[in-house]
């Protein structure tokens, strides 16, 4: 769910109306406040943490998705150890999981 917080426009009863300035502009603004721990962070292709799941998003902001070489491996080592211990995933995983 996604609060009033992030609003990006409005509907009335005879329009739908996006700000796409105001997107641009606060898209970047989250961007800038997150980009020095994207460049070094490992999951930056399979990132999963959403803007608008953040409580108290500053330039302080510590991400919670944020992964190191070290909790990276780990992260790989478990999808691994998880796919041996159930190989009939596997076929679901062939089946349903579309990678761009
Ligand atoms: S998990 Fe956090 S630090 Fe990593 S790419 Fe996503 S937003 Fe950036």
């Known amino acids: ?3 009033q917080g992030y609003d990006l426009g ?16 606060q898209y970047n603004s989250y961007y800038a406040k997150i980009i020095n721990q994207c460049i070094i962070c490992y999951h930056y292709e399979d990132c999963l943490q959403c ?6 998003f500053t330039q302080e902001y510590k991400c919670t998705g944020f992964s190191n070489r070290e909790n ?5 080592g478990d999808i691994i150890s998880t ?18």
Do not use: C, G, T, W
């Not at 803007?51 to 108290?56: A, G, L, M």
């Not at 990276?72 to 790989?76: E, G, H, V």
């Not at 190989?87 to 579309?98: D, F, H, L």
């Open 1 to 3: 769910m996604i609060n």
């Open 10 to 25: 409005y509907v009335n009863e005879n329009e739908v109306f996006l700000d796409y300035r105001k997107i641009a502009r």
């Open 72 to 76: 990276f491996s780990k992260y790989l």
């Open 83 to 100: 796919i041996e211990e159930n190989p009939q995933i596997i076929k679901k995983i062939m089946e349903k999981v579309v990678i761009k």
């Open 51 to 56: 803007f608008f799941q953040i409580d108290n």
